[in-house]
């Protein structure tokens, strides 16, 4: 067997052990689903006559504007469970059993990665499914679902990279775990939840230069009026640079981890 | 060609320096006992040697790669089962042994093959498909071997594999390293137990404070340490009258209580009858005889200055946190 294919079947062996751990660890799986579905139910209860604030966009619903930000929370907690795990494995001398085999050890990260985008790609599913449940149209349809899913899954590997890269560096679960209202700040100060156009300053322009509202509106689009090049191109290149961001600080922090052991 | 070579091995953590220029040699089909107490410098250079930690300076050479520049040839070849039984709680028996095999390189058919062998064969078949957690520290040992053996490694690393087990656990274990060892795997094994070392070991190296202190077969080294001696109860009054019928026999040690003699033989067990036959000439009863040899303790004391079984840690400073 070539080396690239072992490594392949590494990556997938490392993906699907990440992903059990994830639904036998009831702490790592209810920031994914239970959380965000929660506060989806919350949200579009006691708020949904926002859609009738001036410069509110045009929506069918307040749920339709509100699945691409409810799956964006599901994808950044996915990235930060992914990291905690990650960090757990670290703690408990798991990461020694897979640095001590054969193996190029990025393949370690990169299944870890694999995993975490497994759970955004489900995250992303559970919410159009509720979506299409409580009558939200995909105004794109199935090449707008499919493409808001692509994003969130390519998200969930770009936000699990920095999860890993802190995991790496710091060996501490509580550190990355630590990060959890971190990710709720970092959402708020965005387009996940509000329009960009009803904020006020600060937020507006932390919001406007925010990748994650790129990424935000890429996802949102295809939901509440169909597919837009520029708004998808936005979103590639800020998954992109957050991935390249992810990948960088992890094999950093790798080389950093073997070298102090 | 040795299994292990070590020359001039060193790993700092800043400025303490964990294991300062160690240097050792490993026999093809050896079982090589690290023994020392904790904080000695054991698990720092199992590390080393497994290519888990980079040295600060020397070398070391496992089945013949260099473990900085051949790392992934000496992971290859090497099994490895680490201290803490590094082992996933949420993971069945099953899925470890299969995802060891998959980062070894096994298609996943011979992979399920191999780990239904190895669990045969460590006893696990039947707690296969439940969850780690719900192991036993024997049963968790047991299977961190099973892991370290999917790809029949040419040299085995243990790091204290009995450590914390009950004592029908650990001659499991002991049996199931010299079987391993009967098949013609060279094993490395870091312990602070004397008695693990001396019944598994060919050749045992001795480490304190990051310095290997002494090194040979458990036998050669209990020798250079000096003589068996013979403990004799003789009762109360009896003593200096059973040590005067002795004198010539050996030399006579400072009594530990008040109705023994303890005298030191050149020829252990070979001179008994000619102690007997001098205190049955005095008139002396002797109630009893015990011939006492060296044991590794003794070595150790001798090498170092301070006991090692009891006192673990007690002399040693601590191996730095990892970060």
Redesign the interface.
């Known amino acids: 067997m070539s080396g690239l294919a072992t490594s392949a079947r590494v990556v997938g062996a490392l993906g699907a052990r990440s992903i059990r751990q994830t639904f036998r660890r009831p702490q790592l799986m209810s920031p994914i689903i239970v959380f965000p579905t929660l506060l989806l139910a919350i949200q579009t209860g006691g708020a949904g006559a926002g859609v009738n604030l001036p410069g509110f966009p045009p929506v069918q619903s307040f749920l339709q504007f509100m699945l691409a930000g409810s799956m964006m929370q599901a994808m950044m907690l996915a990235g930060n469970s992914g990291g905690i795990a990650f960090a757990v494995d670290i703690e408990m001398g798991f990461t020694d059993r897979l640095f001590a085999a054969p193996i190029p050890r990025f393949a370690i990260v990169l299944g870890r990665l694999a995993g975490t985008a497994a759970l955004g790609l489900l995250a992303a599913l559970w919410f159009l499914a509720i979506g299409l449940v409580f009558g939200a149209h995909i105004e794109g349809g199935i090449p707008g679902a499919l493409l808001a899913i692509a994003l969130i899954t390519a998200s969930a590997l770009a936000v699990g990279g920095i999860g890993a890269a802190i995991a790496l560096r710091t060996g501490s679960a509580s550190v990355v775990q630590g990060l959890f209202p971190l990710v709720l700040v970092v959402l708020f100060l965005s387009s996940a939840f509000f329009p960009q156009e009803l904020m006020v300053e600060p937020a507006k322009t932390i919001a406007e230069y925010n990748p994650f509202s790129f990424i935000v509106e890429g996802v949102r689009e295809p939901i509440i009026s169909g597919i837009e090049a520029e708004q998808t191109l936005e979103a590639v290149a800020s998954i992109a640079g957050i991935i390249l961001l992810g990948l960088g600080l992890s094999a950093s922090a790798l080389r950093h981890r073997l070298r102090v052991g | 060609m040795p299994a292990i070579v070590v020359e001039g091995l060193e790993r700092a953590?800043g400025e303490v320096l964990a294991v300062q220029g160690i240097d050792l040699e490993v026999g093809e089909g050896e079982i090589y006992g690290f023994l020392g107490p904790n904080g000695a410098g054991k698990t720092?250079t199992m590390?080393m040697l497994?290519?888990?930690?980079?040295p600060t300076g020397g070398r070391a050479g496992v089945a013949g790669h260099d473990v900085v520049g051949e790392a992934?040839?000496v992971?290859?070849s090497?099994g490895?089962a680490?201290q803490?039984a590094?082992?996933?709680p949420?993971?069945t028996g099953r899925?470890l042994i299969r995802?060891?095999a998959?980062?070894?390189?096994l298609?996943?058919a011979a992979g399920r093959k191999r780990a239904d062998e190895l669990l045969e064969r460590v006893g696990l078949t039947a707690a296969a498909d439940r969850?780690v957690g719900g192991y036993s520290g024997g049963m968790k040992r047991r299977l961190d071997l099973a892991?370290a053996l999917v790809h029949e490694p040419r040299v085995l690393f243990l790091d204290e594999p009995t450590t914390g087990l009950d004592p029908v656990s650990r001659k499991t274990i002991w049996e199931e390293v010299q079987a391993l060892n009967d098949d013609g795997t060279t094993v490395f094994l870091t312990t602070q137990y004397l008695e693990e070392a001396d019944q598994l070991a060919d050749n045992v190296g001795i480490i304190d404070s990051g310095r290997i202190v002494a090194e040979g077969t458990p036998e050669a080294l209990k020798e250079e340490v000096g003589n068996p001696h013979v403990e004799l109860l003789v009762g109360e009054g009896a003593v200096p009258e059973a040590e005067r019928a002795c004198a010539e026999l050996g030399r006579v040690l400072p009594p530990k209580d008040a109705d023994r003699v303890l005298l030191e033989v050149e020829h252990g067990a070979a001179d008994i009858p000619r102690v007997v036959r001098a205190l049955d000439e005095a008139g002396i009863v002797v109630e009893s005889l015990e011939l006492v040899r060296p044991s590794l303790d003794d070595v150790f004391v001798a090498k170092t200055g301070h006991r090692l079984e009891g006192e673990e840690g007690a002399n040693a400073a601590e191996e730095p946190a990892?970060?």
């Open positions: 953590f720092t590390r497994t290519t888990l930690l980079l992934r040839q992971r290859a090497i490895v680490l803490e590094a082992l996933d949420l993971m899925e995802l060891q998959t980062l070894q390189g298609p996943p969850r892991a990892k970060a």
